[in-house]
């Protein structure tokens, strides 16, 4: 096969540097890799993973997390970057291996709407913090600021601590106050509920829009539009920055906080195992969920990032790689979050877990206020919600990227793939007005209500049906053979055997276990109303709602006379399910007649008549040019 033949490109043309010239690829397999890594590391490995390790048992915590990264984790990691990277298309696309199941792909699609929405809010507000950083003093330092209330009481005490003796006594004695106080309001905690949100009493009640807040909505959304404006192009040039530069900073930042008096006891709190809740379900079941979530299964995203992949990439390695990152990173973070946390509960007075906490309230109340307690109090500061940005970015880029390569392969004309920017500017503009009422008094509520809901067990359910329909629809042995003829060797047994029966089993015990587990969402002391959690719950089978009715319209408009023919009919794989380029279709995928004449054969039997010959032959002949959807175009002999 001759070289100019393995991209698609006509002899005689140039080698163009993409395998698949129309759709375009990853410039090199470390701009996929850092993109993976950058979509699956996000801000719940810096605010959720910590806090579950330290409440479900510390270090024996880490058992079940790493059981379920083996068995779960890595083996559907695979699966969807093998799918994807097969037939070269996005999360809509690939369903063409069983067309009924496409509804699969329209719940991805929302899942990842509602993801992207709130989620660039929190990068939103991650930008506030920073820019509010820019000072020689923190503005929540201390509680004599106009949103305070008269039961802030701040660690520093009420005014700039100067080094003199008085002012030590001021400190010691705003600490003993502290100490005695059953309920303590932090400044941190009050500049982030009275300042930055200025809530209101309730989900109902939406009051203003907070203007700095939308503003740095508007930053964010800009910022992703422009990486992502070239599509893989330009964000893969991107994440080496994104991707990498958090490393740097959680590095510091470890650095700077195992030096602090304190952080010895508080990386011991995250450490300390404590065996006997390794029998307690609950456990297991919180490490396969954060596993599940934390690696962003069933977003559509993995699908997408690898359908830029060439061919014959080695995705099984990246997979591992990317995994064993994603949950390494978790672990090396809890490190830094517990050291600072130990700092602070040293300079308190109390135990380390009255000032852990997870979510947003670990990331804008509690480290906030650690980070004023360190000298250049700014500096570290800055270096922390720097990295929650790069951290968020990360995973958004990806989040729109999966939007956008499913309308682009959906719709496949050659003027959507030319405009693609206009499509993602357009789903950027949606998404930024989508989240206009996530910057209201009440938004914070609504937040946390969509990441409940919205991308919670439905993405379960997603994933399973996945599982179900690639395995015993389409059938194992079948995709046994599509991974062999993409990488050239077969899934390991091992994997084969998750993929059937051990991840299926595990995906579904996390299904009831979020069942079992569930309680009403609250906010503090705040309890959601009965409607709000209608809402929530509607949100959650929005997505898996697509999966029936998609596939009740595919069987309806089959082909056939009786139910069960038009069934089997929506289940076959479509005549296109395969290899996007004519040059990888092989074996069962070969076609044959004039469509498939290939290129290169032609090539190989002319080249003795001269090169001359040659090119007057390929102007009189017909010429197969592959299409990027496995397609063919038959340009018409010139006249």
């Known amino acids: 096969?001759?070289?100019?033949?393995?991209?698609?490109?006509?002899?005689?043309?140039?080698?163009?540097?993409?395998?698949?010239?129309?759709?375009?690829?990853?410039?090199?397999?470390?701009?996929?890799?850092?993109?993976?890594?950058?979509?699956?590391?996000?801000?719940?490995?810096?605010?959720?993973?910590?806090?579950?390790?330290?409440?479900?048992?510390?270090?024996?915590?880490?058992?079940?997390?790493?059981?379920?990264?083996?068995?779960?984790?890595?083996?559907?990691?695979?699966?969807?970057?093998?799918f994807g990277q097969f037939t070269s298309l996005?999360?809509?696309?690939?369903?063409?291996?069983?067309?009924m199941f496409k509804g699969v792909g329209y719940g991805m699609m929302v899942v990842s709407t509602y993801i992207g929405i709130y989620y660039n809010v929190v990068i939103c507000i991650a930008f506030y913090y920073f820019f509010m950083s820019m000072t020689n003093l923190l503005p929540w330092t201390y509680c004599n600021n106009p949103w305070n209330t008269p039961d802030c009481t701040g660690v520093l005490g009420t005014s700039r601590a100067n080094t003199t003796f008085a002012n030590v006594s001021a400190v010691m004695s705003g600490l003993t106050e502290i100490v005695n106080r059953t309920k303590r309001t932090s400044p941190s905690e009050e500049y982030w509920r009275n300042y930055v949100l200025n809530i209101s009493d309730g989900i109902g009640n939406f009051g203003e829009v907070r203007l700095p807040i939308l503003g740095c909505l508007a930053v964010s959304w800009v910022v992703v539009f422009l990486c992502l404006i070239r599509g893989v192009k330009s964000s893969g040039k991107v994440v080496y920055f994104t991707a990498t530069f958090p490393y740097v900073v959680l590095t510091i930042l470890f650095i700077r906080g195992i030096t602090l008096e304190g952080a010895v006891s508080g990386i011991k709190y995250y450490l300390t195992p404590q065996w006997e809740k390794i029998l307690d379900a609950k456990v297991w079941g919180d490490a396969a969920s954060q596993i599940f979530y934390s690696l962003g299964c069933a977003w559509g995203g993995l699908i997408t990032m690898a359908s830029y992949n060439k061919f014959h990439n080695n995705c099984f390695r990246d997979s591992i790689i990317i995994s064993v990152t994603n949950c390494g990173t978790s672990v090396y973070a809890g490190f830094v979050i517990f050291s600072i946390l130990g700092f602070m509960a040293h300079h308190l007075g109390v135990d380390v877990s009255e000032v852990a906490d997870h979510g947003p309230g670990l990331a804008f109340v509690a480290y906030p206020e650690a980070l004023t307690l360190l000298p250049i109090s700014p500096l570290w500061s800055l270096l922390f919600f720097?990295?929650?940005?790069?951290?968020?970015?990360?995973?958004?880029?990806?989040?729109?990227?999966?939007?956008?390569?499913?309308?682009?392969?959906?719709?496949?004309?050659?003027?959507?793939?030319?405009?693609?920017?206009?499509?993602?500017?357009?789903?950027?503009?949606?998404?930024?007005?989508?989240?206009?009422?996530?910057?209201?008094?009440?938004?914070?509520?609504?937040?946390?209500?969509?990441?409940?809901?919205?991308?919670?067990?439905?993405?379960?359910?997603?994933?399973?049906?996945?599982?179900?329909?690639?395995m015993y629809v389409y059938g194992h042995k079948n995709y046994f053979k599509d991974v062999e003829m993409m990488l050239g060797f077969p899934p390991p047994i091992f994997f084969r055997i998750c993929w059937r029966f051990v991840s299926p089993f595990i995906i579904t015990f996390i299904l009831i276990f979020t069942v079992i587990q569930y309680k009403p969402i609250t906010y503090n002391d705040y309890v959601y109303p009965s409607w709000s959690l209608v809402i929530g719950f509607a949100m959650a089978l929005s997505s898996v709602i697509c999966i029936p009715i998609y596939a009740?319209?595919?069987?309806?408009?089959?082909?056939?006379?009786?139910?069960?023919?038009?069934?089997?009919?929506?289940?076959?794989?479509?005549?296109?399910?395969?290899?996007?380029?004519?040059?990888?279709?092989?074996?069962?995928?070969?076609?044959?007649?004039?469509?498939?004449?290939?290129?290169?054969?032609?090539?190989?039997?002319?080249?003795?008549?001269?090169?001359?010959?040659?090119?007057?032959?390929?102007?009189?002949?017909?010429?197969?040019?592959?299409?990027?959807?496995?397609?063919?175009l038959n340009p018409s002999p010139s006249a």
């Open 1 to 82: 096969m001759l070289e100019a033949c393995t991209n698609g490109a006509v002899p005689g043309e140039p080698v163009k540097k993409d395998e698949n010239s129309r759709r375009g690829n990853w410039g090199n397999q470390i701009e996929f890799v850092l993109t993976s890594v950058g979509y699956a590391v996000g801000l719940g490995n810096v605010w959720r993973f910590p806090y579950l390790c330290y409440r479900n048992g510390g270090g024996a915590f880490m058992f079940p997390y790493f059981i379920m990264l083996v068995f779960c984790g890595i083996p559907l990691f695979f699966l969807e970057l093998s």
């Open 90 to 99: 996005g999360c809509l696309g690939v369903w063409k291996v069983s067309p």
């Open 386 to 470: 720097f990295m929650l940005i790069l951290l968020g970015l990360g995973t958004q880029f990806c989040l729109l990227e999966t939007l956008v390569t499913a309308v682009v392969d959906e719709i496949g004309t050659d003027w959507i793939i030319k405009n693609k920017t206009y499509v993602t500017l357009g789903v950027a503009i949606i998404g930024f007005l989508l989240g206009v009422p996530l910057t209201t008094q009440a938004g914070i509520y609504w937040l946390l209500l969509m990441d409940n809901y919205a991308a919670s067990f439905s993405l379960v359910v997603i994933s399973c049906i996945m599982c179900i329909c690639i």
């Open 552 to 632: 009740l319209f595919k069987i309806a408009v089959s082909e056939g006379s009786t139910f069960l023919e038009r069934l089997k009919n929506s289940v076959k794989p479509d005549p296109d399910w395969g290899p996007a380029l004519q040059e990888h279709r092989k074996g069962r995928y070969a076609t044959t007649g004039p469509e498939s004449v290939e290129v290169c054969p032609l090539k190989e039997d002319l080249k003795d008549e001269g090169k001359e010959k040659l090119k007057e032959t390929e102007d009189e002949i017909g010429l197969t040019i592959p299409g990027s959807n496995g397609s063919t």
